[in-house]
């Protein structure tokens, strides 16, 4: 199975900060990848598919990058509604595999 | 509209079975893959499997093989997620969901307690 390795696995931010979150597979998995944002008792949302493809309805302050083996997840200007764990997917293999998590807290 | 609609929270005891369900619409259920995903308590999100509604192809993740059994009612366009003999351990939220999409269930929750 492809291992994805994520990190930080938290990290404290204030508002209106750049925030970076890397996810690394183990093997090469194309843009076979989207990043979701889970907020407590909610189901996860995709934030972004396709490793670098912003879902319709997500503001445009998140932004996706990478192919292969290293993806980002980059929240350009951090807002309030944005403390939340973020999850990197991966689907080039079946059955898919996350990443760990990072928790952005304030 | 696609929509995922999971079936309700359930509360068992150590050694019991039980089967949760989830229904799907706004899309051919079987020409796509769905799985199952666990989220155990403060901790993060576990791919458990996935079955193509179709031919009934299913992949488990090595973690969940053995543990759960994964299956579909084609006739009526729904996911199901099952055990024989479930375990403290089991107590989790349980989303269905389906794999590289944004199509998500709302989650059911899992307890098992004596």
């Known amino acids: 199975d492809i291992q994805l390795t994520q990190s930080p696995s938290s990290l404290s931010a204030s508002v209106g900060d750049r925030v970076t979150i890397t996810c690394r597979a183990s093997?090469?998995?194309?843009?076979?990848l989207g990043w979701f944002q889970q907020k407590p008792g909610k189901a996860p949302k995709r934030l972004i598919y396709?490793?670098?493809s912003l879902q319709r309805g997500v503001p445009s302050r998140f932004s996706g990058s990478g192919s292969g083996t290293e993806f980002t997840l980059t929240i350009s200007s951090l807002q309030p509604e944005d403390f939340a764990t973020y999850y990197c997917?991966?689907?080039?293999?079946?059955?898919?595999?996350f990443g760990q998590g990072t928790k952005v807290e304030i | 509209d696609v929509q995922l609609v999971q079936s309700g929270a359930e509360v068992r005891k150590p050694g019991e079975s039980l089967k949760i369900s989830c229904q799907v619409s706004?899309?051919?259920?079987?020409?796509?893959?769905i799985g199952w995903v666990r989220q155990m308590p403060g901790k993060g999100l576990e791919w458990m499997g996935s079955?193509?509604?179709?031919?009934?192809?299913?992949r488990y993740n090595p973690s969940f093989q053995g543990q759960v059994i994964i299956s579909t009612d084609n006739s009526i366009n729904t996911a199901y997620l099952q055990w024989n003999s479930l375990k403290a351990s089991d107590t989790a939220m349980y989303f269905c969901?389906?794999?590289?999409?944004?199509?998500w269930g709302q989650g059911t929750q899992v307890t098992v307690s004596s």
């Open positions: 079955i193509f509604p179709r031919n009934s192809d299913i």
């Open positions: 706004g899309y051919s259920f079987t020409t796509y893959w």
């Open positions: 093997q090469g998995i194309s843009n076979d």
């Open positions: 969901a389906r794999p590289a999409s944004s199509f």
């Open positions: 396709a490793a670098s």
């Open positions: 997917l991966q689907h080039n293999s079946n059955p898919p595999t």
